[in-house]
């Protein structure tokens, strides 16, 4: 990983503290003008400016003590590209780049670029103090008619030019001047050849300059083509800039101009004056061989040089890459000079950081260019060449074969092994590589007796002494690649989690919590996907964010073991803290087996917090939008939640379905119950209310049918029984009579309204008892098990209150359920017994909110003993059964069976 020392933070991750720098006024001027913003910080200003330049710091000033006025980084700055800038930038960041290192292995030229080079200096001639220069033609093939284009351009721009007077006439005035300074004139008819192109022209304005600038379009097409398609490119004849290792150090740490430097700057600063006025005291010999006798341009006597080698040390570090090129030459047998050549340096990047090998790689490079350099601008050819370096891992790379590395390491190889012969490569110590003073920064005497200018003193040794190899068995030859470390600091305070109150549902917030989880394990490099896992996961910790915020005191105590103040609102319920740093109430019943957690020890939320309020809307939703009464219950199952009661009426209030379904006229004033309703000691279903609801729709194949409902209703217990039927005869009243009382008993009173169908019902039921009846011999026996069956008067529903209120709550779940679809029949029949246990689990009494108090009677206690918590209805399964169709038919089978 690489750090930078001395730098002045310039972006804060993170927005923890975002109520500081949240806007709270605002001065907005007009396009392209300045902005400004008033925060908790102080006033910040936005504006524009250059994107590829270093950004200015906005500032703030704040009064302190002592009257003292302190200036600090605002919160942000806004930035837009500047476009006239592009190309001066370009240029810059092609010379801070890693490939302009200010020496090129120069690329061959192809065939056009050479013609391009030809017909340059074939054309071009000086007229009156101007160069002329002639169009690259690519061929003298005809070119295509282009008049019909320029000219259409040319009205469209006279129809600019009338209407327009002032744009009219500052165009004139562009065209007058071309003529004017004889950079254009009138083309003559014996002028026009057959080459002949027709450029359109149009004028750039631009809002900020009153000059109009006139544009000739090389690139406007005709039949498809344009003039530049008929032009050559010819060659790149541009060079790169170099560049300091005091000046990037400066860049590197974000410094401005008028910022003063710091102390080691400043110290590297001064050795560098020092070393340049100590520059000019510096003799450097011009000829490289001072002791050899030249008899020939281009070649040495016998007497003079015996052997010339040519030897190039290369080097990286993180500052800078440099290479130094040295002439080895031998006099007789025993006398050697070693003479500096040429030296290049080159600073690494500061946006881009690149690895220790990869520097030394290009160094390599560097190396290979600067010896093609050297050879080809001198007339003396060197008997042997020789490659020094001190990187062992670059000079395996160099061994091997470039296609087994990737494209940055697999490109520089083969441009390395294009110049250079993979023995003339060899390995030399760091301490005996003269390369490696020109990447430090560290200052260097330098004399012309330097080892700088003189050499390495190896090289003045014997041959057989210079090569060293290192043990490279066990080597590793792979690229080693930059990787990125992530150092999280955790305080414990913070928890993954969004923002509460961005969510309407409890179920997605804890979904998004799960993706935050997800995003987690996979920066850690374990595969995660969201799962029921994940989703597990979330809910204790929405849990524990939820506790922070609501009672962080009271959090805080109870970790450190201690006893919670008797002010704190959780002092009544001897809160406990779980493995997973949770709050729950405390009990005494921690030793009851098969009981659930959550039961014996509810975990505390505050019912005012935004995580409680989605956990009660979910309840509510999930509970058919039922009464708060049931909400309170289900949640008392698994959560304490402080306010519960007025929690659940306030979600209640909000949610748009209970408000819309719910809208009821003034209710009349009631009556005295009847006898039925007040009846005790009696078994459910003794006494009870019929009434018949639907239709719903039923998916049968391709069709649909009606199906409908059969609602029992124990008029003392609150009860209820739900069978299905297949239509509204009486016949499948009859059928839906004998199921409940098969399963609850036969009632001894049944209440009804007037439908035909009941009444059918009646005269049905009993003719049936009279044939029965007429065995004298069991009159006696059933004569208990007659029914006596009641109606309400005619045109009074609300005599039959007891069912109806029922049947409304049992649509309100279909209809939240179904959603106006329609399920298999099996499907439906499941529904309905859903339906049926949520109501009979309803309370009857008050829901205490008092951890002492018993729990609420339901009519589950008298028909199951207990209070029912199934889950709630899921998706719908797609399967199909028949049911009986004919209630005599279903009587022979019983009779069939009871035989």
Same mark, same amino acid.
């Given at each position: 990983m690489?750090?930078?020392?001395?730098?002045?933070?310039s972006?804060?991750?993170?927005?923890?503290?975002?109520?500081?720098i949240?806007?709270?006024?605002?001065?907005?001027?007009?396009?392209?003008?300045p902005?400004?913003?008033?925060?908790?910080?102080?006033?910040?200003?936005?504006?524009?400016?250059?994107?590829?330049?270093?950004?200015?710091?906005?500032?703030?000033?704040?009064?302190i003590?002592?009257?003292?006025?302190?200036?600090?980084?605002?919160?942000?700055?806004a930035?837009?590209?500047? &476009?006239?800038?592009?190309?001066?930038?370009?240029?810059?960041?092609?010379?801070?780049?890693?490939?302009?290192?200010?020496?090129?292995?120069?690329?061959?030229q192809?065939?056009?670029?050479?013609?391009?080079?030809?017909?340059?200096?074939?054309?071009s001639?000086?007229?009156?103090?101007?160069?002329?220069?002639?169009?690259?033609?690519k061929?003298?093939?005809?070119?295509?008619?282009? %008049?019909?284009?320029a000219?259409?351009?040319?009205?469209?721009?006279?129809?600019?030019?009338?209407?327009?007077?002032?744009?009219?006439a500052?165009?004139?005035?562009?065209?007058?001047?071309?003529?004017?300074?004889?950079y254009? &004139?009138?083309?003559?008819?014996?002028?026009?050849?057959?080459?002949?192109? %027709?450029?359109?022209?149009?004028?750039?304005?631009?809002?900020?300059?009153r000059k109009?600038?006139?544009?000739?379009?090389?690139?406007?097409?005709?039949?498809?083509?344009?003039?530049?398609?008929?032009?050559?490119?010819?060659?790149?004849?541009?060079?790169?800039?170099?560049?300091?290792?005091?000046?990037?150090?400066?860049?590197?740490n974000?410094?401005?101009?008028?910022?003063?430097? !710091?102390e080691?700057?400043?110290?590297?600063?001064?050795?560098?004056?020092?070393?340049m006025?100590?520059?000019?005291? +510096?003799?450097?010999?011009?000829?490289?061989?001072?002791?050899?006798?030249?008899?020939?341009?281009?070649?040495?006597?016998?007497?003079?040089?015996?052997?010339?080698?040519?030897?190039l040390?290369?080097?990286?570090?993180?500052?800078?890459?440099?290479?130094?090129?040295?002439?080895?030459a031998?006099?007789g047998?025993?006398q050697?000079?070693?003479?500096?050549?040429?030296?290049?340096?080159?600073?690494?990047?500061?946006?881009?950081?690149?690895?220790?090998?990869?520097?030394?790689?290009?160094s390599?490079?560097?190396?290979?260019?600067?010896?093609?350099t050297?050879?080809?601008?001198?007339?003396?050819?060197p008997?042997?060449?020789y490659?020094?370096?001190?990187?062992?891992?670059?000079?395996?790379w160099?061994?091997?074969?470039?296609?087994?590395?990737?494209?940055?390491?697999?490109?520089?190889?083969?441009?390395?092994?294009?110049?250079?012969?993979?023995?003339?490569?060899?390995?030399?110590?760091? &301490?005996r590589?003269?390369?490696?003073?020109a990447?430090?920064?560290?200052?260097?005497?330098?004399?012309s007796e330097?080892?700088?200018?003189?050499?390495?003193?190896?090289?003045?040794?014997?041959?057989?002494?210079?090569?060293?190899?290192?043990?490279?068995?066990?080597?590793?030859?792979?690229?080693?690649?930059?990787? @990125?470390?992530?150092?999280?600091?955790?305080?414990?305070d913070?928890?993954p989690?969004?923002?509460?109150?961005?969510? !309407? !549902?409890?179920?997605?917030?804890?979904?998004s919590?799960?993706?935050?989880l997800q995003?987690?394990?996979?920066?850690?490099?374990?595969?995660a996907?969201?799962?029921?896992?994940?989703?597990?996961?979330?809910?204790?910790?929405?849990?524990?964010?939820?506790?922070?915020?609501?009672?962080?005191?009271?959090?805080?105590?109870?970790?450190?073991?201690?006893?919670?103040?008797?002010?704190?609102?959780?002092r009544? +319920?001897?809160?406990?803290?779980?493995?997973?740093?949770?709050?729950?109430?405390?009990?005494?019943?921690d030793a009851?087996?098969?009981?659930?957690d959550?039961?014996?020890?509810?975990?505390?939320?505050?019912?005012?917090?935004?995580?409680?309020?989605?956990?009660?809307?979910?309840?509510?939703?999930t509970?058919?939008?039922? !009464?708060?009464?049931?909400?309170?219950?289900?949640?008392?199952?698994?959560y304490?939640?402080?306010? @519960?009661?007025?929690?659940?009426?306030?979600?209640?209030?909000?949610?748009?379905y209970c408000?819309?379904?719910?809208?009821?006229?003034?209710p009349?004033?009631?009556?005295?119950?009847?006898?039925?309703?007040?009846?005790?000691?009696?078994?459910?279903?003794?006494?009870?209310?019929?009434?018949?609801?639907?239709?719903?729709q039923?998916? @049968?194949?391709r069709?649909?049918?009606?199906?409908y409902g059969? +609602?029992?209703t124990?008029?003392?217990?609150?009860?209820?029984?739900?069978?299905?039927?297949?239509? +509204?005869?009486?016949?499948?009243?009859?059928?839906?009579?004998?199921? @409940?009382?098969?399963?609850?008993?036969?009632p001894?009173?049944?209440?009804?309204?007037?439908?035909?169908?009941?009444?059918?019902?009646?005269?049905?039921?009993?003719?049936? %008892?009279?044939?029965?009846?007429?065995?004298?011999?069991?009159?006696?026996?059933?004569?208990?098990?007659?029914?006596?069956?009641?109606?309400?008067?005619?045109?009074?529903?609300?005599?039959?209150?007891?069912?109806?209120?029922?049947?409304r709550?049992?649509?309100?779940?279909?209809?939240?359920?179904?959603?106006e679809?329609?399920? &298999?029949?099996?499907?439906?029949?499941?529904?309905?017994?859903?339906?049926?246990?949520?109501?009979?689990?309803?309370?009857?009494?008050?829901?205490?909110?008092?951890?002492?108090?018993?729990?609420?009677?339901?009519?589950?206690?008298?028909?199951?003993?207990?209070s029912s918590?199934?889950?709630?209805?899921?998706?719908f399964?797609?399967?199909?059964?028949?049911?009986?169709?004919?209630?005599?038919y279903?009587?022979?089978?019983?009779? %069939?069976?009871?035989v």
């Amino acid at each position: 990983m690489f750090c930078n020392k001395n730098v002045k933070p310039s972006v804060l991750i993170g927005q923890d503290n975002l109520h500081l720098i949240a806007p709270t006024k605002t001065i907005v001027g007009h396009k392209n003008q300045p902005a400004a913003t008033l925060t908790a910080l102080g006033w910040c200003v936005h504006g524009v400016v250059s994107a590829h330049s270093s950004v200015p710091r906005s500032y703030t000033a704040s009064p302190i003590e002592d009257d003292v006025l302190v200036t600090t980084p605002a919160p942000c700055t806004a930035t837009a590209p500047i &476009h006239p800038d592009e190309e001066l930038n370009e240029l810059v960041r092609q010379s801070f780049s890693f490939e302009s290192i200010g020496i090129h292995n120069k690329p061959r030229q192809n065939t056009e670029e050479v013609r391009a080079l030809a017909i340059l200096e074939e054309t071009s001639r000086l007229v009156d103090g101007r160069w002329e220069v002639g169009l690259p033609w690519k061929s003298d093939n005809p070119m295509p008619n282009s %008049y019909p284009n320029a000219y259409k351009r040319l009205k469209s721009v006279e129809k600019k030019i009338f209407t327009d007077k002032e744009y009219g006439a500052r165009y004139r005035e562009r065209i007058h001047h071309l003529f004017i300074n004889n950079y254009a &004139h009138q083309v003559e008819n014996v002028e026009v050849g057959n080459r002949t192109w %027709y450029l359109p022209h149009f004028g750039v304005d631009n809002p900020n300059k009153r000059k109009l600038r006139v544009v000739f379009d090389a690139a406007a097409p005709s039949d498809g083509k344009n003039l530049n398609d008929f032009l050559l490119q010819g060659p790149d004849l541009l060079e790169s800039l170099l560049g300091k290792i005091l000046i990037r150090e400066t860049w590197k740490n974000n410094m401005k101009w008028d910022d003063e430097l !710091s102390e080691e700057l400043y110290t590297l600063f001064r050795s560098w004056i020092v070393q340049m006025n100590e520059a000019n005291n +510096l003799q450097i010999p011009r000829w490289y061989f001072n002791q050899a006798e030249s008899n020939t341009f281009g070649g040495l006597s016998a007497s003079g040089i015996t052997t010339l080698q040519l030897h190039l040390f290369c080097d990286a570090s993180p500052q800078a890459i440099a290479c130094a090129a040295y002439w080895r030459a031998t006099y007789g047998r025993d006398q050697v000079t070693v003479t500096l050549i040429a030296s290049k340096c080159r600073v690494t990047p500061i946006r881009k950081p690149v690895t220790i090998p990869r520097l030394e790689l290009q160094s390599a490079v560097l190396a290979c260019r600067l010896a093609n350099t050297i050879k080809s601008q001198h007339r003396i050819n060197p008997s042997a060449t020789y490659y020094w370096t001190d990187s062992t891992t670059v000079l395996n790379w160099i061994r091997n074969d470039c296609r087994n590395y990737k494209i940055f390491v697999a490109n520089r190889l083969g441009e390395i092994d294009d110049l250079s012969n993979k023995t003339e490569w060899n390995y030399v110590s760091t &301490h005996r590589n003269i390369a490696d003073i020109a990447t430090k920064s560290c200052r260097y005497k330098l004399n012309s007796e330097c080892e700088w200018f003189r050499g390495p003193n190896f090289l003045y040794e014997d041959p057989a002494t210079w090569i060293a190899e290192p043990a490279t068995e066990n080597m590793k030859l792979n690229e080693e690649d930059l990787e @990125m470390v992530h150092v999280i600091s955790d305080s414990g305070d913070h928890l993954p989690v969004p923002d509460p109150t961005r969510f !309407s !549902s409890w179920l997605r917030l804890k979904r998004s919590t799960a993706r935050v989880l997800q995003f987690i394990e996979k920066c850690k490099k374990k595969p995660a996907d969201l799962n029921a896992e994940l989703l597990k996961k979330a809910e204790p910790i929405l849990m524990k964010f939820s506790q922070k915020q609501s009672f962080p005191i009271e959090v805080e105590i109870i970790k450190r073991n201690e006893k919670i103040h008797r002010d704190s609102r959780l002092r009544a +319920l001897t809160p406990i803290m779980d493995k997973n740093g949770l709050l729950r109430v405390g009990g005494r019943i921690d030793a009851a087996k098969d009981i659930d957690d959550d039961f014996k020890q509810p975990v505390i939320l505050d019912g005012r917090h935004p995580v409680s309020r989605l956990i009660v809307k979910h309840y509510h939703d999930t509970a058919a939008h039922g !009464s708060t009464e049931m909400i309170v219950n289900e949640l008392r199952q698994k959560y304490w939640i402080l306010n @519960m009661r007025p929690t659940v009426r306030s979600v209640a209030a909000k949610c748009m379905y209970c408000r819309i379904r719910r809208v009821a006229p003034q209710p009349p004033r009631l009556g005295d119950l009847p006898e039925a309703r007040i009846a005790h000691h009696f078994r459910p279903f003794t006494n009870c209310g019929l009434d018949l609801f639907g239709p719903m729709q039923v998916a @049968m194949g391709r069709r649909r049918e009606k199906r409908y409902g059969v +609602l029992f209703t124990c008029l003392t217990v609150r009860a209820v029984h739900i069978e299905l039927v297949y239509s +509204l005869t009486a016949d499948a009243t009859i059928m839906a009579i004998r199921r @409940m009382a098969a399963k609850r008993g036969w009632p001894k009173t049944l209440f009804s309204d007037n439908g035909t169908n009941l009444r059918g019902a009646e005269t049905e039921l009993k003719k049936s %008892y009279l044939e029965v009846l007429s065995d004298k011999g069991l009159q006696e026996e059933l004569a208990n098990r007659l029914v006596e069956w009641k109606f309400i008067s005619p045109g009074t529903p609300h005599m039959g209150g007891a069912w109806e209120r029922l049947i409304r709550s049992v649509k309100t779940a279909l209809n939240v359920i179904l959603k106006e679809r329609a399920p &298999h029949e099996e499907t439906l029949l499941t529904l309905l017994a859903e339906v049926e246990n949520m109501i009979n689990s309803r309370p009857l009494s008050h829901v205490s909110v008092d951890h002492r108090d018993e729990e609420a009677l339901t009519p589950n206690h008298f028909l199951l003993g207990s209070s029912s918590n199934l889950p709630r209805i899921g998706t719908f399964n797609d399967r199909d059964l028949r049911l009986r169709k004919q209630w005599r038919y279903s009587t022979e089978v019983v009779d %069939y069976v009871l035989v």
